[in-house]
């Protein structure tokens, strides 16, 4: 009998620390000028600095006048030398015959042509396609590049 009893009072006195725990937090949420409404548990009243909003538009604007984001591009082949230009796109052709699907760009910057794969938001997308191309070009790796802006896709509403 009396351990039912230890238990209800012990029970109360937790409930009581809960409920307490409860007020505490909602002080230190008005406190931080956070309003609580009873009741309403889909939607978030989000309040933010108006200097915000000017930084996102900048952003957008320089993205727009470099014609390009950050991402990743898959790194297949890179020489220099005589003969270098041909080869490099001996490599895009070749590519291209295997995986249509995938944008391939030549690049040279001295004293290397280069050919990369790829319009890669992420890491993950391109460790996907590497995964996918590994039997062909073993020694692709993944580089930061300025990709193109990715094709949208129109909603039908």
């Known amino acids: ?5 230890l238990i209800a009072v012990v029970g109360c006195v937790l409930l009581m620390n809960v409920v307490s725990a409860q007020e505490v937090l909602v002080e230190e949420l008005d406190s931080l000028g956070y309003t ?6 889909d939607s978030l009243n989000i309040t933010q600095d108006a200097r915000i909003d000017s930084l996102v538009q900048l952003h ?3 993205n727009k006048q470099r014609g390009a984001i950050n991402g ?8 220099s030398g005589v003969g270098a230009r041909e080869r490099a796109r001996t490599t ?6 295997n995986y249509p699907e995938h944008d391939i760009y030549i690049l040279f910057k001295s004293p290397d042509w280069r050919v990369r794969v790829g319009n890669f938001r992420s890491k993950t997308e391109a460790l996907k396609v ?8 073993p020694d692709a790796y993944i580089v930061p590049d300025l990709i193109d802006y990715p094709e949208l896709e129109k909603r039908e509403d």
Request: without cysteine; proline residues 0%; glycine residues 2%.
């Open 1 to 5: 009998m009396s351990y039912k009893l």
């Open 36 to 41: 609580m409404v009873e009741g309403v548990t």
């Open 60 to 62: 957008i604007e320089k």
């Open 72 to 79: 990743y591009r898959l790194q297949i082949f890179s020489t």
């Open 92 to 97: 895009k052709a070749n590519y291209l015959k």
């Open 130 to 137: 590497k995964s996918d191309i590994r039997r062909d070009y």
